[in-house]
């Protein structure tokens, strides 16, 4: 049942964050259970990505790596290539302006 673990705290936030923009504590007089809602689904996120990625560094387990531009891609035009300074993890990003134009 692990792979149920993003898609509840994410609804949680997500239940909590429209409960807040609905106003909800108005018509359900709920005082603080959609904060109590949203801190509840960050922290099943943060335990399962801890537990689950392999990154050795912590903010690079939940996703906050430090990108740097490393530079372009061979295959594909307009494609950029970024590397995590902390854990050599490879992103490549298509720019969708293709420069040109001005
Ligand atoms: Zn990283």
């Not at 997500?14 to 109590?36: E, K, Q, R, S």
Request: charged letters at 20%; hydrophobic letters at 45%; one cysteine or more.
């Amino acid at each position: 049942m692990r792979n149920k673990a993003p898609l509840t705290g994410y609804s949680l936030i997500f239940l909590g964050a429209a409960f807040i923009i609905a106003d909800a504590d108005a018509l359900f007089n709920m005082y603080y259970l959609h904060y109590v809602s949203i801190v509840v689904g960050m922290v099943i996120l943060l335990a399962y990505y801890l537990t689950t990625r392999s990154e050795k560094n912590l903010l690079c387990r939940i996703g906050f790596h430090k990108f740097e531009h490393v530079g372009w891609d061979n295959e594909v035009p307009f494609r950029l290539i970024y590397r995590c300074q902390r854990c050599e993890y490879v992103k490549r990003v298509i720019r969708s302006s293709g420069g040109g134009g001005m």
